[in-house]
């Protein structure tokens, strides 16, 4: 008796997955932005950092955007290529401790793409500040101008790159947000990763979209930015801090 | 004013196969370490994700700013209307030239991709000063090649002062947009300053000046051409004047960051604790390139000798490269403030001593002096098949009524 209703409760459990899993998955592309349209200026693709979830000597978010973007050359860690870096914090003042990644704040202003000579670097309509590796002449300008020290320089020619994330030896480069992910409604790998870590400090989403978790959870917390004197507005916001 | 006869240098000399065996030698040197960043990447310089720019770029402005203020005799001349300076205004320009050509040569073999340098000529991003100084230098090229063809052909000498005074403007414009490059850098203590343009100006003056006092006299010595007291006079006692001019704006750039309690920091690293950006710029901008030529211009016991001119003329230069060398690259070793009102504890990148240290490579010092041979070169080729030299530098032969 009892085995026949684990059983039935096993099929029950199975048949639910297979059934709404699909459905979950296909809802969820259908509502994807496709990857062939044009960004929205409506959307502003954002971050949301809690630095009290967000666990010191951890680095699954570091470690996932390395393995995503092929990060591994084995350099000196000042010409290393680092898209983002763990830092433990300690108030001068109050002496309390806080840990928080930080990355391309993906500023609203964004100086990188002010002094970039070409054009280079530029933000999307969607607010991601990407570079162009088609047009980087490598003048490291965009370095000098970048307030948050988020650019790293392609110091020595690279092997074995990943296909969605082209990388190139004498350019700028740094967080693009996993903007491929983005286009294809996947989240990017440090939101990815912190989730299995299962610390959830990175909420992510359009800061612009009411109905979006990153867009209520900013209107119930209190959040800061890096640098607000600078007046930038970045898509980058942290709690805690 | 006599008519001032100009001449082609003999070429014969030692002194003139010597300094195009020793120029053309620095540039392929110049070259192969060119050739070596590009092959190996920027892994072989000391340049790093902190310290961005290093020792080309030293190099690179300090013969982008020379470029500029080297005109100083020629625009003296022609927009001041000072005839003891007319005879030397085509040099001047074509020094203008040459210093250029160097300057930016060392700029672009130093990118990440000088491949691209098609890019960067059109593709303009216009909100970016480092693209208007892209238009800016290129202009500049063009409007001293006008200046001089008015200069040197008869039939166009009516326009010349137009000519003279539109390259006067844009080299002063020029210079405004080398300086914001750094003065409009919001990200950096050490920039984001509107003095950075009146001071890079006032520099770009006085090692122009020295330059061209240098050029000179090492010309009149290899050439045995006769160069009047009368006439170096004037050069000289402006350098004294624009040696005291750039310390002017350095006292009142370092008074204002003193004043800001927020700039302490950085004024600390610099004036104080910065080792090699604090020799350098107590030792070798102050007292070698500021104290010493002023000393040397003006006090009776040295004013009389050339040497001391020389003398004046090459620290003013060593403290010129003093000054570039602690501005840009000072500026950039000084860690930046993400975190206000915050210390960092533990990253493996924001606190790592190695991070905010610079050592230049071999191979940046190789590719910064090819910049200096390319315009020596150029100007020695230039006076050798162009008539760019007065026949005579004697006081009396330029102003018949000189009287000492």
């Keep these: 008796m009892n085995v026949s209703i684990q059983n039935r409760r096993s099929f029950l459990k199975k048949s639910a997955a297979i059934t709404i899993a699909p459905g979950v998955l296909l809802y969820s592309i259908s509502q994807a932005h496709h990857a062939e349209k044009p960004v929205k200026s409506t959307t502003r693709w954002g971050m949301l950092i809690d630095t009290n979830k967000c666990v010191g000597d951890c680095t699954g978010c570091v470690d996932a955007c390395t393995e995503e973007h092929n990060l591994t050359e084995d350099v000196p860690v000042e010409i290393k290529p680092t898209w983002i870096r763990k830092v433990t914090l300690r108030d001068k003042q109050t002496g309390r401790e806080s840990s928080l990644p930080i990355m391309c704040q993906h500023c609203e202003n964004p100086p990188c793409v002010d002094v970039c000579p070409t054009g280079a670097s530029f933000k999307r309509d969607d607010g991601i500040v990407i570079v162009d590796r088609h047009i980087c002449i490598g003048c490291r300008y965009c370095m000098m101008a970048c307030p948050y020290k988020a650019r790293s320089f392609v110091h020595e020619a690279l092997e074995n790159q990943k296909p969605h994330s082209p990388r190139g030896k004498g350019t700028v480069e740094a967080c693009n947000f996993c903007v491929y992910r983005i286009d294809t409604g996947v989240g990017p790998a440090c939101v990815e990763a912190c989730e299995t870590e299962g610390h959830q400090a990175i909420i992510y989403g359009d800061m612009n979209d009411p109905d979006s978790a990153i867009n209520q959870k900013l209107k119930e917390v209190s959040s800061s930015v890096l640098r607000p004197d600078l007046k930038l507005n970045p898509g980058i916001r942290y709690q805690g801090l | ?404």
């Design chain 2, 1 to 404: 004013m006599k008519n001032v006869t100009f001449c082609v240098i003999e070429g014969k000399s030692f002194a003139f196969y010597g300094g195009i065996i020793v120029s053309v030698f620095f540039i392929l040197l110049g070259l192969f370490a060119a050739y070596n960043m590009e092959h190996h990447g920027h892994i072989i310089t000391g340049m790093n994700n902190q310290v961005v720019w290093g020792m080309p770029h030293v190099f690179a402005i300090f013969l982008i700013l020379a470029a500029s203020g080297v005109l100083n005799v020629a625009s003296i001349s022609s927009v001041f209307r000072k005839i003891f300076y007319n005879p030397l205004a085509r040099l001047s320009v074509l020094l203008a030239i040459t210093l250029l050509i160097g300057g930016l040569s060392v700029l672009v073999l130093d990118l990440g991709r000088p491949d691209r340098l098609v890019i960067a000529m059109t593709s303009y991003n216009f909100k970016s000063i480092f693209a208007w100084n892209i238009m800016l230098y290129n202009g500049f090229l063009l409007v001293c090649a006008v200046y001089l063809w008015f200069m040197m052909q008869r039939s166009m000498q009516r326009y010349y002062p137009t000519a003279g005074l539109i390259a006067f403007t844009w080299r002063l414009i020029l210079t405004t947009g080398t300086g914001s490059i750094f003065g409009f850098i919001v990200a950096k203590e050490a920039y984001q300053t509107a003095i950075m343009a009146p001071l890079f100006i006032a520099l770009s003056l006085s090692l122009g000046l020295a330059i061209f006092l240098l050029v000179l006299l090492i010309d009149c010595w290899e050439t045995n051409c006769s160069l009047g007291e009368g006439i170096l006079r004037r050069p000289k006692k402006l350098l004294g004047i624009l040696v005291a001019g750039v310390f002017y704006f350095v006292l009142v750039y370092h008074l204002t960051h003193l004043y800001f309690t927020g700039r302490h920091g950085v004024e600390y690293f610099v004036l104080a604790d910065g080792g090699i950006y604090t020799v350098l710029f107590w030792g070798g901008y102050i007292f070698l390139g500021t104290i010493f030529p002023i000393l040397l211009l003006y006090h009776e016991r040295f004013t009389k000798s050339r040497l001391s001119v020389a003398s004046a003329a090459l620290l003013t230069i060593i403290g010129g490269i003093s000054l570039l060398y602690v501005i840009i690259i000072g500026g950039q070793a000084y860690p930046m403030e993400i975190f206000p009102g915050k210390e960092i504890i533990s990253s493996s990148v924001l606190n790592s001593p190695t991070m905010y240290s610079y050592i230049p490579s071999i191979w940046e010092i190789m590719l910064g002096i090819s910049g200096i041979a390319i315009a020596a070169f150029l100007t020695v080729a230039a006076v050798r098949i162009l008539p760019f030299m007065p026949r005579s530098l004697a006081d009396t032969d330029i102003d018949e009524t000189f009287k000492g």
